[in-house]
C-alpha cells in the first residue's frame, strides 16, 4: 500500500472510530496505526556529554575563586556561568536518544529534530558487538546507535533491525 493511500485510510478509521467512540461501540482496525504509535522505540540515556558539561562548570567554578577577585558583578557572572553549564547538563540528560522503527522507515533525534530515513535510503545495516550502524548514501552520514555512549539495548534493537532489513531487503552485515 502507498504511503498516500495508507495515510487517507488511518485518517478516514481514525474519523470512523471517533464516531464509533461517541455511540458506545468499539473501535475498528489497528489503533497503533491510527495514534501514530506504530513501530518499535528503542530509547537510550545520554550522560557523556552532562558529564563533560559538569567538569567544565567546575572547573569555570574553581578558576572564578581562583583569581581572588570578589568584586560583586564578576562573582555574579561566575556563579550565572556554573548554573547555565549544570542547567545544561541536566537538560541534555534528561532528553533521552532514540530510536524507532516503523515498517519501511527508522527515525531518530539529530541536530534538534527528529530524522527520518525511508528503506530505500539505507543502503547497509551493520550489527556490531555493541552497536548498531546504518549505513546511508545520502548527505549527513551514517547513523551509529550505541550502548557505551548511549545507553541503547543493542542486543534487541539488532533483532529489530534485521527483521526490518528482512521485509525491506536491505543487506544485514553481522562483526
Known amino acids: ?103 519501511s522507515a527508522v527515525s531518530t533525534f539529530k541536530f534538534n529534530r527528529e530524522r527520518k530515513l525511508s528503506a530505500s535510503e539505507i543502503s547497509k545495516i551493520r550489527i556490531l558487538r555493541g552497536s548498531v550502524v546504518i549505513e546511508t548514501p545520502v548527505k549527513g552520514g551514517n547513523w551509529v546507535f550505541s550502548r557505551l555512549i548511549n545507553r541503547y539495548d543493542t542486543e534487541a534493537m539488532g533483532i529489530r533491525m534485521e527483521e526490518f532489513a528482512k521485509v525491506n531487503q536491505i543487506p544485514v552485515e553481522h562483526e
Do not use: C
Not at 47 to 69: D, F, H, I
Not at 78 to 97: H, S
Open 1 to 103: 500500500m502507498s504511503r498516500s493511500w495508507e495515510r487517507k485510510v488511518n485518517k478516514n478509521m481514525a474519523q470512523v472510530n471517533k464516531q464509533r467512540k461517541k455511540s458506545g461501540q468499539t473501535s475498528i482496525g489497528h489503533t497503533a496505526a491510527i495514534n501514530g504509535k506504530e513501530g518499535d522505540l528503542f530509547k537510550g540515556r545520554k550522560y557523556v556529554l552532562p558529564l563533560v558539561l559538569l567538569a567544565l562548570a567546575g572547573l569555570y567554578a574553581l578558576l572564578g575563586m581562583a583569581t581572588g577577585e570578589e568584586s560583586g558583578s564578576t562573582a555574579t557572572m561566575t556563579y550565572i556561568g556554573v548554573g547555565l553549564y549544570v542547567l545544561l547538563a541536566v537538560m541534555i540528560f534528561l532528553r533521552k536518544p532514540f530510536l524507532k522503527v516503523e515498517r
